[in-house]
């Protein structure tokens, strides 16, 4: 069974630098030209092992994976949106490093959120440290009352008073519900930013077997 923690709709792979590797140095500026692909990063949980998962936008046929157990990801120097991940074929056991790149720097902070909330989760030393939650009893014991008290409403005088008062809240009432369908409209469009449709063309998918060693 598979639990999804991260999704992201786009993401760049770089073939990282021979150099580079042997240095443990990242830069991200001198993978320009290593370019190998182009598609979705998910982040998934499976049993007790966490993957990061490259995968084509549109069939979803894997690419490269990298277990967290194994290998977390390292951040280049020169930018907060890419990181190095050390990938594994699951049945060669054969490996490789590819640079990765976000296209938003939230992204990018969504993802490294996603992996230290699964390592927390998976690692049982920490599981004996969680707080226990107090319960507490709000039940109203024998003889107790409730009184409200609502800032601005006083008490009506007279009919004609208690109306002046129905139709005010009515009022205040239907500008709540115009100021809420105003601020969900605003969240649907910041939330259509963080995935922008694109119609960049995607590059040639190549054999991953070449990056493996």
């Not at 073939?15 to 998910?42: S, Y």
């Not at 969900?184 to 995607?202: L, R, Y």
Request: overall charge negative.
């Amino acid at each position: 069974m598979q639990r999804i923690l991260f999704a992201c709709r786009e993401v760049h792979v770089y073939r990282v630098p021979q150099q580079q590797l042997v240095q443990k140095r990242f830069l991200c500026q001198e993978w320009e030209g290593e370019h190998v692909f182009t598609g979705r990063c998910r982040v998934v949980e499976e049993s007790t092992r966490v993957w990061i998962r490259l995968e084509d936008r549109v069939s979803g046929e894997l690419f490269a994976e990298s277990p967290l157990d194994e290998s977390e990801p390292q951040h280049a120097v020169d930018s907060s949106r890419y990181f190095v991940l050390l990938v594994k074929d699951r049945d060669t056991q054969r490996k490789a490093w590819l640079g990765i790149g976000f296209e938003q720097r939230g992204e990018a902070f969504d993802f490294i959120a996603a992996l230290n909330d699964a390592k927390r989760q998976n690692d049982p030393t920490t599981q004996g440290d969680q707080p226990k939650p107090v319960s507490k009893d709000f039940s109203l014991k024998q003889g107790q009352k409730l009184k409200l008290s609502i800032p601005g409403m006083k008490k009506a005088q007279s009919t004609s008073r208690q109306g002046s008062n129905d139709n005010g809240i009515e009022s205040l009432l239907q500008d709540s519900q115009v100021t809420t369908t105003h601020k969900e409209h605003h969240v649907e469009e910041d939330t259509s930013a963080v995935f922008p449709t694109t119609n960049k063309a995607q590059s040639s998918q190549p054999c991953l077997d070449d990056l493996l060693f």
